[in-house]
């Protein structure tokens, strides 16, 4: 890997021009370097996750934008997008925390395709901090477990009782 | 990803495996995709259907002895109610249907999407998961009477830390298969007697007079395929 001295320490936006900017600590050479990376094609119509597609598959800052968690780099073109559109960044902030934000009663097979991929990028993350995978000590193919019958179980999850959802059956 | 037309199930097979194909059914983002893919591990083979935003991963295994090859279909994050492509449905065996234990509107549509399978495949066995368990595994504790109440297995799983997968599929995979042996649907038996019938050339041409259209027509001599499905 040719990023592994290097280490992400701020990342952020410069508006006019659009402009993608991150401070890192280049070990290797041990100084503190800032990278400017310009969203050239970049407008209000763009689509976020082909122009990250963009910017990872871009030769000279492939290994700079590897440096930024997905998640993040959602959240930033987003919030240039907003921008590009004349959304205030007071408002463009506090709308992709809201994005960033999971709420168990929010239906998601209505969001758009963007707010879908930025909530499982959320979930991602939960996914990879409990994730047994091959190579871990404790990792195993096959793990079943018999949790107690239904007839078993004491608690009820509160789920069924009726809010008049299940009225075909 | 290979770009594949869609396999037609019903074709007897050519290597003695069983074909069988297993759909994943679900709102977005309950871990559809992330439950074949800790299944699978690494020995998947993910392809695109050319025609229809849909993914197919491939298995073969064998159970009881018996080779079978297993197609689980995916939905790519085209999962809307009514908005489905029927090709997702057709010639399926067994379906997974799956929530999120983090998320109650993910079971509060399940039936929802039952509904929808059952237009398409009236019978075919269903299987009902309830993922993401490793997030809070108290959940395991509490009764969800979705399943019972439609007389589904139900499995508690999570498609991070591995709790059930394997059971899961390979149950579906089992089920799909004795569903395969033993078809109830109307279609499947139409499918299984066009696939059985001897053609006989004096005879299938015999009678004129029957309307083109009356293809689904069960009773009626002949289809302009000129194969009898009566």
Not at chain 1, 28 to 34: F, V
Not at chain 1, 36 to 42: E, I, K, W
Not at chain 2, 181 to 198: A, G
Request: aromatic share 8%.
């Amino acid at each position: 890997m040719t990023t592994t001295t290097l280490q992400l320490l701020k990342c952020g936006l410069r508006f006019d021009p659009p402009t993608l900017v991150i401070t890192y600590k280049d070990w290797k050479a041990n100084k503190l370097r800032r990278r400017s990376m310009p969203l050239r094609s970049f407008t209000k119509h763009s689509n976020i996750s082909s122009a990250i597609k963009e910017l990872t598959e871009n030769k000279r800052h492939a290994r700079f934008v590897q440096l930024l968690p997905e998640a993040q780099l959602h959240r930033l073109l987003t919030i240039m997008k907003d921008k590009l559109c004349g959304m205030s960044l007071e408002v463009s902030i506090a709308r992709n925390n809201d994005i960033d934000t999971l709420d168990p009663n929010e239906d998601l097979n209505k969001v758009d395709p963007e707010t879908l991929t930025r909530k499982k990028l959320q979930m991602d993350s939960t996914f990879e901090k409990n994730r047994k995978k091959p190579g871990d000590p404790d990792f195993q193919y096959n793990v079943e477990i018999d949790f107690e019958t239904e007839l078993g179980r004491v608690e009820t999850s509160g789920w069924d009782s009726g809010d008049g959802s299940d009225p075909e059956f | 990803m290979a770009q594949v037309a869609q396999p037609d199930y019903d074709k007897p097979d050519d290597s003695g495996e069983i074909r069988v194909k297993v759909i994943c059914l679900g709102d977005s983002a309950v871990g559809k995709s992330k439950l074949v893919e800790r299944f699978l591990m690494d020995g998947y083979k993910p392809q695109q259907l050319s025609t229809y935003a849909l993914t197919l991963f491939n298995h073969k295994t064998e159970i009881n002895g018996q080779k079978v090859s297993v197609d689980f279909w995916d939905t790519a994050g085209q999962e809307r109610f009514n908005n489905m492509h029927p090709s997702y449905y057709h010639q399926a065996h067994a379906c997974i249907l799956v929530f999120d234990t983090t998320r109650k509107v993910t079971y509060k549509n399940l039936p929802q999407w039952l509904k929808e399978l059952r237009e398409y495949r009236p019978e075919i066995p269903c299987l009902c998961a309830a993922n993401k368990i490793d997030v809070d595994t108290s959940v395991t504790k509490k009764t969800f009477n979705f399943a019972k109440k439609h007389n589904m297995p139900f499995y508690f799983v999570s498609a991070s830390d591995g709790t059930n997968v394997v059971r899961l599929f390979r149950d579906a995979i089992k089920a799909a298969m004795k569903y395969k042996s033993n078809p109830t649907d109307i279609m499947d038996e139409i499918m299984q007697e066009l696939e059985n019938f001897d053609l006989d050339p004096g005879n299938s041409n015999g009678d004129s007079s029957t309307d083109k259209k009356s293809k689904s027509a069960i009773g009626s001599p002949a289809t302009d395929d000129g194969v009898v499905i009566s």
